[in-house]
């Protein structure tokens, strides 16, 4: 059987296309070496969110993009995707000044137009220090609260859009790796797989769509013309630890003292999720670790942030790391890398699209532009995307 499509890779991005292109009566095979949501979607800090520090790189269509997309998540999947309150202290010493935070906390409020969540609210330091004490007290002048989104499991998020892709016909192989694109006057007809008990199999597809992530350049290079380099991941790394003394009720979003970056504190699971770091990563990203370095940093940021914590690496309950598929670039700051999709053609592959970068809040409209082009290249009349108002049903997970 000749597929429509077949889709490289079962993280948020492969499940959303899967389920997008199932719907609109598409043969779909979804092909994925692990566990659906294993990889970089597991890794994430779990929020469902606009990108407020995507103003600062002048990403206002990021910005309103993931805004819509935070809305329509909250609809689709209420059981999943919950409303979050995030503060943030501001300093004396901190890079971005008072007035500075309150005009991005507007901007944020005005490209979420029609949102259901409420609107920013600044705070005097007296304000601040009654709603949350164990902020650190020394050079707070005030902070401010704005509402976004937590997906608690973005596992079981991969798995409700995998589990709707099947209602629809498609396929799903997992623990099945691809070992060869096949290649025949440029086109690119079929991939070839293995399974956990090493059987040989071929998919011929119309088109195939490259959603592995931080292997889609491994993934390219089973194919037989060489391609351009399209990755160049950074690394996230997170610590999860038990609830502590004066920890916050709600998320906080913190400039780290020592270097600027941005990191979060967030109530998860009954526990607390501390993260993430974001510097250049060229390994497998199957070896991927949270270092040494990257604890003490995340215990030091925290314990400077809130004094009365006093973790050490004893209170560690676990430790993960992601890499983010961000696409290659020579730019020396990895924050300043956009977190903007691309979905890329090959021109010696043709049948081919590589899907590069993208977010987790943004999994849905990048499936929507992804599908609409393989009707396109397929030469097709596209029944219109329906994962805008179709609910993702997670009693069945």
């Not at 990048?366 to 397929?378: H, N, P, T």
């Amino acid at each position: 059987m000749v597929r429509d499509v077949v889709i490289i890779g079962g993280g948020i991005n492969g499940a959303g296309i899967a389920r997008d292109a199932a719907m609109r009566g598409l043969k779909v095979l979804l092909i994925e070496k692990g566990e659906l949501g294993c990889a970089t979607t597991s890794a994430s800090t779990r929020l469902i969110h606009g990108g407020l520090r995507y103003l600062e790189h002048f990403e206002f269509g990021l910005v309103r993009e993931s805004l819509r997309e935070r809305e329509i998540l909250l609809k689709i999947a209420p059981d999943l995707v919950r409303p979050l309150a995030i503060t943030i202290p501001i300093y004396k010493q901190s890079k971005r000044a008072r007035l500075t935070i309150h005009a991005g906390m507007i901007l944020y409020d005005l490209l979420s137009w029609g949102k259901s969540l409420p609107s920013h609210r600044m705070l005097s330091r007296a304000e601040t220090l009654v709603r949350w004490p164990g902020l650190n007290p020394d050079g707070l002048i005030g902070s401010a609260l704005y509402y976004d989104a937590q997906v608690e499991f973005p596992e079981r998020l991969v798995v409700a859009n995998v589990q709707s892709a099947r209602e629809f016909g498609a396929e799903v192989l997992t623990h099945t790796r691809v070992i060869n694109l096949a290649v025949n006057d440029g086109n690119v007809s079929g991939v070839e797989f293995v399974s956990e008990d090493a059987q040989k199999q071929f998919a011929e597809a119309r088109l195939v769509i490259n959603a592995a992530g931080p292997w889609i350049d491994r993934v390219l290079a089973h194919a037989p013309v060489k391609s351009p380099k399209l990755i160049g991941g950074t690394k996230g790394s997170h610590i999860v630890v038990p609830p502590f003394p004066t920890a916050p009720s709600n998320a906080i979003y913190l400039e780290a003292r020592s270097d600027g970056r941005p990191m979060f504190i967030i109530p998860w699971n009954k526990l607390y999720l501390i993260g993430t770091t974001d510097i250049r990563f060229e390994g497998d990203p199957a070896e991927v670790r949270c270092e040494e370095w990257e604890i003490d940093y995340l215990l030091s940021e925290t314990n400077l942030a809130i004094p009365g914590a006093q973790l050490t690496r004893e209170n560690i309950l676990c430790t993960y790391s992601g890499v983010r598929p961000l696409p290659n670039t020579d730019d020396k700051d990895e924050q300043s890398i956009t977190r903007r999709h691309f979905i890329r053609e090959h021109p010696q592959l043709r049948n081919l699209l590589s899907i590069v970068g993208g977010k987790l809040t943004t999994y849905r409209s990048l499936a929507e532009e992804c599908v609409d082009l393989i009707f396109r290249k397929l030469g097709k009349n596209s029944p219109p995307c329906r994962t805008a108002i179709e609910t993702l049903n997670a009693d069945k997970l």
